[in-house]
């Protein structure tokens, strides 16, 4: 049976909590003798900065660096909103990614036939819905130089954040995105702003470029701001996106919105794979955050952060069986009508964090049979 290291960072607010619920799928594969996970666990965020003054510590990055994934539940809280900004819960997030190489932020939006009605579409526009957003993650606006803001001699302030993008940069998250159309729809929309943006036309000039080693899937350019109305107008038009940091931090929120609840989705942040040896580093989370509102009160749905687990064992761990396992249990957990309170109709029952956890790991049982 393969074994894996996994280090998890549950976080602060309802990230423990669904954590707890992973970890029991972790021990259900090992006890079913599918695959093994090692565990350790550390501080990231507000629980980081209460303990050490910052929001992850060195000890605990360099055991995400030694990891065969770094698995991540939510940060920050309303405890944590005045700290200094260089140590607030954030900075964890953005020091993992930046020091990981964690360069790809693939967000897949899937609605569930079972909730369909959850979205904020009408069924007959999202139902079957499966979109994959390829996210630059490490470059452009969030990380520019210059970033500041600096007060002018006639006193009025000035702030600057600073778009860059290379052609390396482009260049590989495009692949990310084409391999991946590949495995999937066989289409690209590259989505940016090149009719007002120098960085958009690199970007769109580079993104064709990549395209030509790929004549088995369809590339098509679309304006960010189209990308998004489209989004909500006809989704199913889509198959993967991919743009750079910013527009892809807008339009996977756009997405997200058509599946019905952020407690439903799951995301991987990638790295480069290694030219030795072909691993690459990862991080798996929700992509909700704390959820400070529900937080402590066994309420949250821990759909996204299993689900994230699932996209672990088919991007990161090669354990496409196990994947395909456990996508499947909970879409026959959705489909046979167990709801947490996010998901939930009007007036409908809804179960807590624990039942659906077992719920889920009562259908691996039974779909492992
Ligand atoms: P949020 O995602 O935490 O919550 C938004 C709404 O969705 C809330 O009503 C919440 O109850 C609900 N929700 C989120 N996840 C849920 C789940 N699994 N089950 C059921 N309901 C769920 O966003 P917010 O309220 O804007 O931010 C709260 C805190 O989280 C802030 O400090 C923010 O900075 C932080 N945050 C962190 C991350 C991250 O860690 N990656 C992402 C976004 C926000």
Same mark, same amino acid.
């Given at each position: 049976?393969?074994?894996?290291?996994?280090?998890?960072?549950?976080?602060?607010?309802?990230?423990?909590?669904?954590?707890?619920?992973?970890?029991?799928?972790?021990?259900?594969?090992?006890?079913?003798?599918?695959?093994?996970?090692?565990?350790?666990?550390?501080?990231?965020?507000?629980?980081?900065?209460?303990?050490?003054?910052?929001?992850?510590?060195?000890? #605990?990055? &360099?055991?995400?660096?030694?990891?065969?994934?770094? %698995?991540?539940? &939510?940060?920050?809280?309303?405890?944590?909103?005045?700290?200094?900004?260089?140590?607030?819960?954030?900075?964890?997030?953005?020091?993992?990614?930046?020091? /990981?190489?964690?360069?790809?932020?693939?967000?897949?939006?899937?609605?569930?036939?079972?909730?369909?009605?959850?979205?904020?579409?009408?069924?007959?526009?999202?139902?079957? /819905?499966?979109? /994959?957003?390829?996210?630059?993650?490490?470059?452009?606006?969030?990380?520019?130089?210059?970033?500041?803001?600096?007060?002018?001699?006639?006193?009025?302030?000035?702030?600057?954040?600073?778009?860059?993008?290379?052609?390396?940069?482009?260049?590989?998250?495009?692949?990310?995105?084409?391999?991946?159309?590949?495995?999937?729809?066989?289409?690209?929309?590259?989505?940016?702003?090149?009719?007002?943006?120098?960085?958009?036309?690199?970007?769109?000039?580079?993104?064709?470029?990549?395209?030509?080693?790929?004549?088995?899937?369809?590339?098509?350019? %679309?304006?960010? #701001?189209?990308?998004?109305?489209?989004?909500?107008?006809?989704?199913?038009?889509?198959?993967?996106?991919?743009?750079?940091?910013?527009?892809?931090?807008?339009?996977?929120?756009?997405?997200?919105?058509?599946?019905?609840?952020?407690?439903?989705?799951?995301?991987?942040?990638?790295?480069?794979?290694?030219?030795?040896?072909?691993?690459?580093?990862?991080?798996?989370?929700?992509?909700?955050?704390?959820?400070?509102?529900?937080?402590?009160?066994?309420?949250?749905?821990? %759909?996204?952060? %299993?689900?994230?687990?699932?996209?672990?064992?088919?991007?990161?761990?090669?354990?496409?069986?196990?994947? #395909?396992?456990?996508?499947?249990?909970?879409?026959?957990?959705?489909?046979?009508?167990?709801?947490?309170? #996010?998901?939930?109709?009007?007036?409908?029952?809804?179960?807590?964090?624990?039942?659906?956890?077992?719920?889920?790991?009562?259908?691996?049982?039974?779909?492992?049979?």
């Amino acid at each position: 049976m393969a074994s894996y290291n996994l280090f998890l960072l549950p976080g602060d607010g309802i990230g423990p909590e669904i954590m707890v619920e992973l970890k029991a799928i972790l021990n259900w594969f090992g006890a079913a003798g599918i695959a093994s996970f090692e565990t350790e666990s550390g501080l990231v965020g507000g629980a980081a900065y209460d303990a050490h003054g910052k929001a992850i510590s060195e000890s #605990d990055m &360099a055991l995400a660096q030694a990891a065969d994934s770094v %698995i991540f539940g &939510a940060v920050g809280g309303p405890k944590w909103a005045d700290i200094p900004y260089d140590v607030r819960p954030e900075a964890g997030l953005l020091r993992l990614r930046k020091d /990981l190489g964690l360069f790809a932020n693939l967000r897949p939006a899937i609605c569930y036939p079972a909730l369909a009605d959850a979205s904020a579409l009408k069924r007959e526009l999202v139902e079957g /819905l499966d979109i /994959l957003i390829a996210r630059e993650l490490t470059g452009g606006v969030y990380f520019g130089e210059p970033k500041e803001i600096v007060t002018l001699e006639n006193g009025e302030k000035r702030a600057v954040d600073t778009q860059v993008y290379t052609t390396h940069e482009i260049e590989r998250i495009a692949r990310v995105a084409f391999d991946l159309a590949r495995t999937r729809g066989g289409k690209v929309h590259s989505a940016e702003k090149h009719n007002v943006m120098k960085s958009g036309v690199l970007w769109k000039q580079v993104v064709t470029e990549v395209g030509k080693g790929y004549a088995d899937v369809t590339l098509e350019h %679309i304006l960010a #701001d189209n990308c998004a109305m489209q989004l909500v107008r006809r989704p199913k038009q889509f198959d993967v996106i991919v743009c750079d940091n910013l527009f892809g931090d807008i339009l996977s929120d756009v997405a997200s919105m058509l599946t019905g609840s952020l407690g439903m989705l799951p995301s991987a942040s990638l790295g480069a794979p290694d030219p030795v040896t072909g691993k690459h580093k990862s991080m798996y989370e929700p992509v909700h955050g704390s959820a400070p509102d529900i937080a402590g009160k066994g309420l949250a749905n821990p %759909i996204a952060m %299993i689900g994230s687990f699932a996209m672990a064992l088919r991007y990161s761990l090669g354990q496409i069986e196990a994947a #395909d396992l456990l996508d499947k249990a909970i879409a026959n957990v959705l489909a046979s009508g167990l709801r947490t309170k #996010d998901i939930a109709a009007a007036g409908q029952n809804a179960v807590g964090t624990k039942e659906m956890g077992a719920a889920i790991i009562k259908e691996l049982g039974s779909l492992a049979r």
